[in-house]
């Protein structure tokens, strides 16, 4: 147990559960940002009154001026992939009966972006700048699966 390990190779598992409960809270800005996608399907970006820098997911301060966001709106049209990795197995490491592509979904001229799978899109199709839009959940709870996934919009 106090053995000095110097390589990975010599690490071993040690099973067992460790007791540790957390809870998450969203804060003033999560909270606005799950609302809207619950009770609107809209996806919200704020913005700073100082140097108009929009923010997604929505920040309360702005993160280069230190001003306060008061300017918040839903981003415009579709969003457009930044980046991009297709899965092939599960965080289980068990091979997946299709692959899934998830990816960073930015919108032009807000900064950040949320990070969602893809659906209805052929994984070899996809590539950066491809534009996306969600696809809104029947039923929505307040969480980020209010969209169930992303994809490119219907009428492309
Ligand atoms: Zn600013």
Redo the contacts with the bound molecule.
């Keep these: 147990m106090l053995d000095k390990i110097s390589k990975s190779t010599e690490l071993k598992p040690w099973r067992g559960n460790i007791p540790i409960y957390h809870r998450y809270t969203l804060g003033v800005a999560g909270e606005r940002f799950f609302k809207a996608l619950r009770d609107h399907k809209q996806i919200l970006a704020s913005a700073?009154p100082?140097?108009?820098?929009r923010f997604i997911p929505p920040k309360i301060y702005?993160e280069?001026?230190f001003?306060e966001t008061r300017d918040w709106s839903t981003v415009e049209g579709p969003g457009y992939i930044k980046t991009f990795t297709v899965l092939h197995r599960s965080l289980e490491e068990e091979p997946l009966e299709r692959p899934v592509v998830v990816a960073l979904i930015a919108w032009s001229g807000v900064r950040g972006g949320l990070l969602h799978r893809l659906g209805e899109v052929d994984p070899s199709g996809v590539k950066t700048g491809l534009e996306v839009e969600p696809q809104w959940a029947e039923v929505r709870t307040g969480s980020m699966d209010d969209i169930q996934f992303f994809r490119p919009p219907l009428n492309s």
């Design positions: 700073c100082n140097c108009r820098q702005c280069a001026c001003e």
